[in-house]
């Protein structure tokens, strides 16, 4: 796959998500599922690499963009990453003025329903492939109620997940 289509399609879902991994379904259908560049795996990988470090959810762009065209891939997935910033300066401006009308806000309701179903659809086939066994359910399992009935920050789930995992190759 050339940079530059791997630039377009980057761009393409960096542009119609509203949060990091509003374009995983993007990303999955047009690396996994159409061009077969990808596996689930290496996108589940590129997810993970994403979100251990800091900064931007969506930065799992850049990995995806490096495993599907290697380091200019990555400067292609940085640039699909920051050019929306770029174009949300105009755009503000020009919504900004009708963000009270109530046609504007039903639609900005739709577009975030509409990108949490398609980010559900997604994250099922990436479940599938994580899961590994009943140990792994119950990690997931656990992760999910946590993060859900409690204020436990994130990070502390995912350091928590991490050290649980390792029990297991611990005694292999």
């Excluded at 599922?33 to 689930?40: A, C, K, N, P, R």
């Excluded at 859900?148 to 502390?156: C, G, L, N, P, Q």
Aim: aromatic share 10%.
């Amino acid at each position: 796959m050339s940079v530059l289509t791997v630039y377009f399609l980057l761009l393409k879902a960096s542009l119609t998500s509203f949060s990091g991994l509003g374009s995983l379904p993007m990303v999955r259908h047009d690396f996994v599922v159409t061009s077969h560049v990808l596996t689930d795996h290496q996108l589940n990988t590129a997810v993970v690499a994403g979100r251990t470090g800091p900064g931007p959810y969506g930065l799992y762009l850049v990995c995806v963009g490096y495993l599907a065209a290697g380091i200019p891939g990555a400067f292609a997935g940085f640039l699909a990453l920051i050019t929306p910033a770029f174009l949300i300066i105009p755009l503000m401006s020009w919504v900004g003025a009708r963000a009270d009308h109530p046609r504007v806000r039903g639609v900005i309701r739709g577009v975030v329903l509409a990108a949490a179903g398609l980010l559900l659809s997604a994250a099922m086939p990436l479940t599938q492939d994580a899961f590994t066994g009943w140990f792994s359910l119950a990690l997931i399992v656990t992760s999910f109620g946590v993060l859900t009935f409690t204020k436990i920050d994130s990070a502390w789930i995912m350091i928590g997940a991490a050290v649980a995992g390792l029990v297991p190759a611990l005694f292999q």
